[in-house]
Structure formats: structure tokens, C-alpha cells
């Protein structure tokens, strides 16, 4: 099995009868490995996932999958039957076991042959710690135990280009790192696209980011890169010494002995005793998302990162 | 990076479309099933009809078909309202529980899903009638012998059972586009128009012709049941009549179940 070449190109979808752009003529080709989508809430990362798995259909553009466009239902299909879909609203049936429920996934994508499909549901559910409590009703699970089940589904066909949707919402923070820790095992020789909305997330885990706002690509690179954009224009701000002048980027606030730090984003110093500090990916993000940093990139499918 | 998982054959699309539908069939059963609504509504309205079957006497009668048949006319008048009613909500449930998506992304279509549903939540919701059937025969057996027992099948599968698939196939379906609630109503007045108001009310209605889903054209051909609604419009059905009643309600159910499915993926064409 080798990782799948996706083409998204010019990719536009539209609600309330073209109202709403969601997505505005996004062009990309994801890379192999751990691929972040990140953008803020309504950036129109759902939707370009719900397009990418075959759920929704693009008013227009395409998205490519070994060089075949999903142009036809067969088509969409087959490539759904290697592909693996973690929404960010992830329903499952209550009244069903986790070794049920994945049963009964495993037969709707396709794994039809009984031993097969009981031998590969053990296997997710020990993946993903499960194991012990599997013969539960679903409806007795927590929250990251219900998200655990949602990756066992999502890994059951044992996917070449898996999707994931904000996975560790809601988790506390020991589940969100077992969560990261296991869609990093999982990267390997597959495509993992995981969209979240914290940025800290895509750092640990992924070496390829794309950043959506307003349904357009607002960069796409090597994560690295994403921190390079706010290099010279972080800086740190003491209160009571100087208050940091309102409307400026602030990526946080940390109370201290002297006083409050701001560390703020300006193209030029905001004040006379402003530090200059080193930028990180989040400050990379925030830069970007408030128009600060130096350009906007919209590369065209044949930039390939990674 | 090593990878986690043992690679398996790659499952395809187009593999087993009888085999998902039967997956979700034994799913929808399993759920439905298990549910209390299902076993109290249905048995609840089978018990409130045979607490004092109809026609009276007939219960001591030893024309074994006749009395089979009329008790598997009290046992159709009214569960099939507690059948609808207790199906309706299977229709939107993935919507509701927020399952959507993730099925739609799997590469099994609506059709199979569908079927599924209405193949197994139907099977489940006609389990307790089934059961409670079993229970009578075994009643009647003990009483009257074991000749009870094929006749006793034969008339649960012309009598009751067409009305019970042709309901559970509009119960699983209707609510798609009216919703749970407006359905059950709309169930429940179907049901007392459409099979128990007779000519006599003088409004227009299927009971008493071959159109009507309680049974009685089965009954009355195949086992001299009683009649009631086809005795008003003269009628003493023939077998050819009952056949025509049968097929009309397994037609009617497979229409439905087959301009849902093509309903359904016009207006999803992922």
C-alpha cells in the first residue's frame, strides 16, 4: 500500500444558492505523512474534508485521487473504500457495542469475509485501548472513549488517506496526547489529514500544514515554515511598564512577578521597550490570520511539500 | 515509521451489496429489538383487542381455519398502529443521532441501508406479534391438537403478515419526508379509516375491497374467517381477490421502499 496522490484543484463549493462561499477555489496536493488543516471556526476546514471523503460535491473543481478525477458515484466509492473519515460530529448508535458498532462498519466499508472483519475489529479495538471495555454499549462511554471509537472505525479498512476532524475536541489533556500519539503512529506510509483549530496539535505531530481562512488556502508548507512568516515581528510586552497599544495581534498574556507580559504581533516595534522575541508556529498563525505577515500564498497543485 | 496495523486485502466498493444489506439488516434488527417500546406498544394493542375477541363465541368454535382466522383478525386490528408507531422514528435516526456523515462516507450507498432498515427494524417491530402468535397457537394446540399448528402458520403469513410488511415499508419511509410525529398521526388515521371505517359511514374507503390491509380477503377466501366490511359491499372474496389484496400491499410496500431509495440518492448524489 502506498500513500494516494491527491490533486484538489480550484475547488469551490457554495451554500444558500452561491450566498455563502465555503470553499473559494482551493488548489492543493497533499503530501505524504501527517498533514494539519488548520484555520479558525467557519474557515471551511469541515467542508473541504466533507468534500475530500465524498460526502459533499464541489459546485466546481476537482479532486483527484491517483490522477482519476471523483468525477463518477463508482469512483467516489471505490476511493472511499480506502479511505478512513473521523467527522468532527461523530454520531454512533447507542444502543450498540463498540465491537458491534465496528462490526457493523467494517461490513458497510466493504469487509465482507466474517473472519477477516472479527480479526481486524480486535485489532483496532487493542489499537486503541478498547479491548477491555468493547462488549459495552456505546451509550455508557466518555468522551474520548466514543472519539477512540471513532479512530478504530475510521483505521478499520485500513485506509490510505485518513481524515480526521478536530479528534481532540472535548478531550482532557492526557487523551489528547494518546490521541496525537496514535494518528502519528498511524501516519507511517498513509496520508493523515487532521484539522483542528489548535495549532499546537499540527506542531507535535505534523511536518506539513495547510492553512485555510475564508474558504481559501492561506498558506501551505513545511510547519517550519508557518513560524518563519512572524520571524522579526514578535515581540514581548511588560505591563505596568507599557501597555500593549490596543488592536495589535496578542497571542497571549502571562501574568508574572513585574507585572503582565504581552507577547503581540507588529510589523515594527510597538513601543520603545518592546523585546524583540523568536516566532513560533502559533505566532506564524496568528500573523497570518490577521494580515500581518508579509504575503498571502495561493500556490498552485504542483507545489508539493514534504 | 513502522506501521500499526496488519495490512489486510483492500476492501473494494462494489464487493457484496446483498452482503451489506444483510449487515444492516441484522443491525437494524438488533437495535430495534432490544427496544421496551417495541414489545409494550405491540403487545399493549394485541392484548387490548383479544382481551374480549370479535366477533363473540367464535373462540369456542372447532372449525380450526375459521377460528385461526379470527383470531388473526383481532390480532391485525390493531397492532399494525403500534407497528407504525413504533418505527416511525427509524427513518431520520441517523440525522438525529449525527451518523450521516460518517455512513455516507463509507462506500456503501443508500440502498443497502435503506433495505436494511426496512428489512430488519421491520423484522424486529413484527418480532413480539410473532411471538405473541407462537404463544396462541401453542394455547390452541393444547385445546384442539396439533392441526391447529400449520393452519395457524399459513394464516399469521396470508392474514397478518401483508398488512404488518406493507406498514413497516411505509413506517421506515413516510417519515423521511413528514417526521415522526405527523406520521404516527397519519398512521393511526389510515389505519381506522382505511380498514375499519366501513361503507356503512358512507364516506370513501378501502375497507371491505381487496385494497385494505387487515386481512380480511385471505380470511374469509382461504379460511371462512368472518367477514365485516366486504359482507357490507356484498362482496365473499374469491382466492384469485385474495391474491390481489396480498400483492397489492407487497407491491405497494416494495414501490414505496424503491421511490425512497431513488428519492433519497437524488438528493444525495455523493
Same mark, same amino acid.
Given at each position: ?62 479532486? +483527484? ?121 498511524? +501516519? ?51 505591563? @505596568?511598564?507599557?501597555?500593549? @497599544? ?25 513601543? @520603545? ?13 496568528? +500573523? ?19 | ?9 483492500? &476492501? ?23 427496544? /421496551? ?16 375477541? !370479535? ?13 385461526? $382466522? =379470527? ?8 397492532? /399494525? ?39 430488519? $427494524? ?5 418480532? &413480539? ?28 403469513? $396470508? ?15 413516510? /417519515? ?27 364516506? &370513501? ?17 382461504? !379460511?371462512?374467517?368472518?367477514?365485516? =366490511? ?41
Amino acid at each position: 500500500m502506498t500513500a494516494p496522490d491527491v490533486t484538489i484543484t480550484d475547488l469551490t463549493v457554495t451554500f444558500r444558492r452561491g450566498e455563502v462561499r465555503a470553499l473559494d477555489g482551493i488548489s492543493l496536493r497533499l503530501p505524504v505523512g501527517m498533514v494539519g488543516l488548520l484555520g479558525p471556526n467557519g474557515a471551511g476546514k469541515t467542508t473541504f474534508m466533507r468534500v475530500l471523503t465524498g460526502v459533499l460535491l464541489p459546485n466546481s473543481g476537482s479532486v +483527484a485521487v491517483d490522477g482519476t478525477e471523483l468525477t463518477s458515484r463508482g469512483r467516489r466509492q471505490e476511493v472511499r473504500a480506502t479511505t478512513g473519515y473521523l467527522p468532527q460530529e461523530l454520531g454512533l448508535y447507542p444502543d450498540l457495542t463498540a465491537r458491534q458498532f465496528l462490526d457493523y462498519m467494517a461490513l458497510l466499508k466493504g469487509i465482507t469475509d466474517r473472519r477477516a472483519r472479527r480479526a481486524r475489529v480486535e485489532e483496532v479495538l487493542e489499537l486503541v485501548s478498547l479491548g477491555d471495555v468493547a462488549h459495552r454499549k456505546v451509550k455508557g462511554y466518555s468522551g474520548g472513549m466514543k472519539r477512540r471509537v471513532g479512530i478504530a472505525q475510521a483505521i478499520l479498512n485500513d485506509p490510505r488517506l485518513l481524515i480526521v476532524d478536530e479528534p481532540t475536541v472535548g478531550l482532557d489533556p492526557e487523551e489528547r496526547l494518546r490521541f496525537r500519539a496514535l494518528l502519528a503512529r498511524l +501516519a507511517g506510509d498513509r496520508t493523515v489529514l487532521l484539522s483542528t483549530h489548535i495549532v499546537d496539535d499540527v506542531v507535535q505531530t505534523c511536518p506539513n500544514v495547510v492553512v485555510i481562512e475564508r474558504g481559501q488556502v492561506a498558506f501551505q508548507g513545511a510547519i517550519g515554515d508557518l513560524a518563519t512568516r512572524a520571524e522579526g515581528m514578535v515581540w514581548h510586552l511588560t505591563q @505596568p511598564a507599557t501597555a500593549p @497599544p490596543p488592536g495589535l495581534p496578542t497571542v497571549n498574556v502571562t501574568p508574572g512577578s513585574t507585572g503582565t507580559t504581552y507577547r503581540v504581533i507588529s510589523p515594527t516595534s510597538p513601543a @520603545p521597550d518592546a523585546e524583540r522575541v523568536s516566532a513560533t508556529v502559533e505566532d506564524g498563525y496568528i +500573523a497570518l490570520m490577521h494580515g500581518t505577515a508579509p504575503e498571502r500564498t495561493q500556490p498552485g497543485p504542483d507545489l508539493r511539500v514534504g | 515509521m513502522t506501521t500499526v496495523l496488519q495490512r489486510t486485502t483492500p &476492501p473494494t466498493a462494489a464487493r457484496g451489496w446483498w452482503a451489506k444489506t444483510v449487515a444492516a439488516a441484522r443491525y437494524e434488527y438488533l437495535m430495534q429489538v432490544r427496544r /421496551p417500546a417495541v414489545w409494550v406498544v405491540v403487545l399493549g394493542l394485541i392484548a387490548l383487542r383479544c382481551a374480549s375477541p !370479535f366477533p363473540p363465541g367464535f373462540t369456542s368454535s372447532t372449525d380450526l381455519p375459521f377460528l385461526v $382466522a =379470527d383470531w388473526a383478525g383481532n390480532f391485525v386490528m390493531l397492532c /399494525p398502529i403500534g407497528v407504525g408507531a413504533v418505527l416511525a422514528d427509524r427513518a431520520r435516526r441517523e440525522s438525529r443521532l449525527e451518523l450521516n456523515d460518517l455512513l455516507a462516507s463509507t462506500p456503501t450507498g443508500i440502498g443497502p441501508r435503506l433495505w436494511g432498515k426496512a428489512i430488519g $427494524a421491520g423484522a424486529a417491530t413484527i418480532t &413480539p406479534v410473532a411471538v405473541a402468535w407462537v404463544g396462541l397457537l401453542g394455547y390452541l394446540t393444547a385445546r384442539h391438537g396439533a392441526g391447529v399448528i400449520p393452519v395457524g402458520l399459513a394464516a399469521f403469513a $396470508a392474514i397478518v403478515l401483508p398488512g404488518l410488511v406493507f406498514i413497516s415499508a411505509c413506517s421506515v419511509t413516510v /417519515p423521511y419526508l413528514t417526521g415522526p410525529v405527523l406520521y404516527r398521526i397519519g398512521v393511526f388515521g389510515y389505519w381506522i379509516w382505511g380498514n375499519m371505517v366501513g361503507p356503512r359511514f358512507g364516506i &370513501p374507503t378501502p375497507a371491505g375491497t381487496p385494497f385494505e390491509a387487515i386481512g380480511e380477503y385471505p380470511a374469509g377466501a382461504w !379460511f371462512h374467517g368472518t367477514l365485516f =366490511d366486504a359482507r357490507q359491499r356484498g362482496i365473499t372474496p374469491t382466492g384469485g381477490e385474495a391474491v390481489l389484496s396480498i400483492a397489492f400491499l407487497l407491491l405497494m410496500a416494495l414501490a414505496t421502499l424503491m421511490i425512497t431509495q431513488l428519492v433519497l440518492t437524488r438528493r444525495n448524489p455523493s
